[in-house]
């Protein structure tokens, strides 16, 4: 139905106890693991491991070696405060409604947690991979031509920090400054769709083709999400997902 158009979104509640999502969180202060920092660290988006995929820390993505072996780190610091656990049933979860194995790809494992403190949000964008030799090693394997966005929330604002998606905006529909910013009075025009941040709650949703953003956290504790995509193996047996 994601697939389709017929639905925007999957919400799967009860991923992870509010005491499980705590001791994921609490395994982020572990020392030797890098934190990518949009602006200044207390006040801006903090990323502990690395996303392969364009982001306003990496706009060209990172760099392939660089990023497994971020990976390869991330997960061992990760894999004492539940991480394997959460993965598993991230996975049997996709296995369901896909109807097909999914698993997550060695290369490719869960190894990305954002943090979006009070003021930080995530502009409009789509998450579509590029065609440039950072993601060979995923477009050998994956047909990128059905991939969808996921995230599990660990933590939640009191106000703020939902996910907004515009499931009928096209890329004609608006414009950008120079400085890379939107024109919101045009946008206030299409149709949007908003889901507020829950912890413990899967997410999975089309962020491939549908535009969407993260509203600014405005109040309480920062938006924490461990998330990734998934897409088809190229012979469509099995469904793949990485971070």
């Not at 998934?230 to 012979?235: L, M, Q, V, Y």
Request: proline share 7%; charged share 25%.
């Amino acid at each position: 139905r994601l697939i389709s158009g017929a639905s925007d979104m999957v919400l799967v509640a009860g991923m992870l106890s509010p005491q499980e999502a705590k001791t994921l969180i609490g395994g982020l202060d572990g020392q030797g693991l890098p934190v990518h920092c949009e602006g200044h660290r207390d006040e801006g988006v903090r990323q502990h491991g690395m996303m392969l995929a364009p982001t306003g820390l990496f706009p060209k993505g990172p760099d392939f070696e660089s990023y497994q072996s971020e990976n390869r780190r991330f997960r061992r610091q990760m894999r004492p405060h539940g991480l394997e656990t959460l993965e598993a049933r991230v996975m049997g979860v996709l296995s369901e409604l896909s109807g097909h194995t999914a698993k997550t790809a060695e290369e490719f494992g869960f190894a990305t947690v954002r943090v979006m403190p009070q003021g930080c949000g995530a502009p409009l964008h789509r998450d579509t991979m590029p065609d440039t030799s950072v993601y060979r090693p995923l477009k050998d394997r994956c047909d990128l031509s059905i991939q969808l966005s996921w995230y599990v929330q660990l933590a939640a604002p009191s106000a703020g920090g939902s996910l907004r998606v515009f499931p009928k905006l096209r890329d004609t529909d608006f414009q950008r400054s120079p400085s890379g910013l939107v024109d919101r009075e045009a946008l206030a025009e299409h149709e949007v769709h908003e889901w507020l941040p829950e912890v413990g709650v899967l997410y999975l949703h089309d962020g491939s083709t549908r535009w969407h953003e993260v509203a600014p956290v405005a109040a309480g504790p920062p938006r924490v999400t461990l998330g990734g995509f998934c897409a088809w193996s190229k012979d469509h047996r099995e469904g793949l997902s990485w971070a």
